[in-house]
């Protein structure tokens, strides 16, 4: 799938001017090198070594910057003191229980830099054998943002993308709000 498939709904939200994007959950780097692509400053934060070294690889003609690291914490990130435009979590909030869905948010909304974004796809449907994954609602993660200061901006509904039989995906988009610290 490409970036422009998956991303679909959400498209003409992403920043049209050079940003500072993080992209949680990289996997190999699919969405990092096409927005680096674009002329983004690009962290890629991925906790397994294998695909953080693949993606290293298949894309070193981009400008990304790797970090192992991982929620709920993302300790590195936290430690560095930046603020990012745009914050990527593509098919990964699921794998996060009810307790780190929690502080995940409370971490990723003091990520986001004023008028910042998030986009988050929610993955809907039967759990893969051997899987940890977790059904979360759009309107849970909605009141969830709501709690850290994120207004919603987008939400999309979809049929999966590669056929999964009984799989669906919510594309959801916050924004920090002017208020928020």
Known sequence: MSFAEVHREMLDLFPSRPSTVLDIGAGSGRDAAALAGLGHRVLAVEPTAELRSLGR??????????IDDSLPELR?????????????????????????RGSAMAGIAGLLA??????????????????????????????????????PVRLAEREDLHGRPGVRWSCLGLRRNADAD
Request: no cysteine; proline share 5%; hydrophobic share 40%.
């Open 57 to 66: 690889r298949i894309h070193a003609d981009r400008a990304i910057e790797w």
């Open 76 to 100: 590195v990130l936290r430690g560095r003191d930046e603020r990012f435009d745009l914050i990527l979590l593509t098919a990964v909030w699921m794998h996060l229980d009810s307790r780190q």
């Open 114 to 151: 004023p008028g910042g974004q998030v986009f988050l796809s929610l993955r809907h449907g039967p759990v893969p054998a051997g899987r940890r994954m977790f059904d979360v609602s759009p309107d849970e993660t909605t009141a969830l943002g709501r709690h850290h200061g994120l207004d």
